[in-house]
């Protein structure tokens, strides 16, 4: 267990939530023939265009792209944590309201917030993820 982190059960004022998170997913999904449309009108990466170094979150257009395509695989070359935070947003989001309903245990963050290690472990994650992108020459 992570100190910081506390559970408990899921309770009726939680359902607005979950019907908040499943609106989204289905707005999302409902977006998914327009996806090469709107790719279209995304910036260039201000980032990118400055230091010439793909940013944190180059990538992830193409890897939506590459999803609303049915190709997950091209999605995780593109952008593997965009892939897998869309992938894990919409799982989340189909199953929080039977999820509230059945009364299953929701995560709660203490006072003072996750420890120094669990950051320091997100944030070595991070740089992993951006290191794979400046490699891959994203």
């Given at each position: 267990m992570i100190s910081g982190l506390s559970w408990r059960r899921a309770e009726r004022t939680d359902r607005s939530l979950a019907l908040v998170l499943l609106a989204g997913a289905a707005g999302a999904a409902a977006l998914l023939p327009w996806v090469p449309l709107l790719a279209?009108?995304?910036?260039?990466c201000p980032f990118h265009a400055w230091t010439g170094l793909p940013c944190p979150g180059c990538g992830a257009t193409r890897a939506v792209l590459a999803l609303s395509a049915g190709d997950p695989a091209a999605a995780l070359a593109w952008n593997?944590?965009?892939?897998?935070?869309?992938?894990?947003?919409?799982?989340v989001a189909a199953l929080a309201v039977p999820w509230v309903e059945a009364r299953g245990p929701v995560p709660v963050l203490r006072e003072g917030g996750l420890p120094t290690w669990a950051r320091a472990l997100a944030a070595?994650?991070?740089?992993?993820?951006?290191?794979?992108?400046?490699?891959?020459g994203v």
């Open positions: 279209r009108l995304a910036p260039p593997p944590l965009a892939t897998l935070g869309l992938a894990g947003g919409f799982l070595a994650g991070l740089a992993a993820h951006w290191g794979w992108l400046v490699v891959r």
